[in-house]
């Protein structure tokens, strides 16, 4: 290992803040090492950059040493996985799977995307999943987990998403309009959410930090 130098797991590096996570990471020369995980391997050429091809049910081919920071970008849609079953299995299970990894490997950071209004109990099987995706995540021993809770993400992705247009279609004209109470549901770029990322894991030092979509818009800028 390099004197002082850091190694990374990136896990959906393919996705919308994945990508932009990847990007901050290789422009950081504080790390030796950037494993990257997940179905398709990332465009990016750099030394640096190693892949693993995983579902995140087998650990076998990651670093036994694991990784000074894990970040976990991993996301689908029910319509894209075909039903909430293949749904849960990407954003629960998988996310879980890398979360006890992480802990057993003795990571010093885990950081996840997870969604506004997420709770255990939500009616709304969207945010239900997500929300009992940070209560096991809590009881996985992590020695730092960074929870970040973005609204609609704003950025270019590989895939077209309906429902994300449209929402953002809708949303961005009416933008200003959320303040006060409503500050919070304002839509936020993909990148921003990357860059308040990389500052959790850097500058985030305690037990379980839940970040909300309002507070994100500002860290690490």
């Given at each position: 290992m390099v004197?002082?130098?850091?190694?990374?797991?990136?896990?959906?590096?393919?996705?919308?803040?994945?990508?932009?996570?990847?990007?901050?990471?290789?422009?950081?020369?504080?790390?030796?090492?950037i494993w990257v995980s997940g179905r398709r391997a990332p465009e990016a050429k750099d030394e640096r950059v190693k892949f693993i091809a995983s579902d995140f049910s087998d650990f076998s081919a990651f670093p036994?040493?694991?990784?000074?920071?894990?970040?976990?970008?991993?996301?689908?849609?029910?319509?894209?996985?075909?039903?909430?079953?293949?749904?849960?299995a990407v954003d629960f299970e998988a996310v879980v799977n890398l979360?006890?990894?992480?802990?057993?490997?003795?990571?010093?950071?885990?950081?996840?995307?997870s969604s506004i209004g997420a709770q255990p109990k939500a009616r709304n099987f969207y945010l239900r999943t997500k929300g009992q995706m940070e209560q096991?995540?809590?009881?996985?021993?992590?020695?730092?987990?960074?929870?970040?809770?973005?609204?609609?993400?704003l950025g270019t992705r590989s895939e077209f998403r309906?429902?994300?247009?449209?929402?953002?279609w809708l949303?961005?004209?009416?933008?200003?309009?959320?303040?006060?109470?409503?500050?919070?549901?304002?839509?936020i770029k993909a990148a921003q959410v990357a860059r308040a990322m990389l500052h959790l894991a850097q500058n985030r030092i305690g037990d379980t930090f839940?970040?909300?979509?309002?507070?994100l818009h500002t860290t690490g800028n």
């Open positions: 004197k002082d130098k850091k190694s990374a797991l990136l896990a959906g590096a393919t996705g919308l803040v994945g990508n932009q996570l990847l990007q901050l990471l290789l422009q950081n020369d504080g790390y030796h090492t036994k040493e694991g990784a000074t920071e894990v970040f976990c970008t991993l996301g689908t849609t029910i319509k894209k996985a075909g039903s909430q079953e293949k749904f849960r979360g006890r990894w992480a802990a057993q490997t003795g990571t010093a950071h885990f950081v996840v995307i096991v995540l809590k009881t996985c021993g992590l020695q730092n987990l960074s929870i970040v809770r973005p609204a609609l993400l309906l429902g994300e247009k449209l929402g953002e949303m961005q004209p009416l933008r200003f309009l959320l303040v006060g109470p409503l500050k919070k549901y304002r839509p839940i970040v909300e979509n309002q507070e």
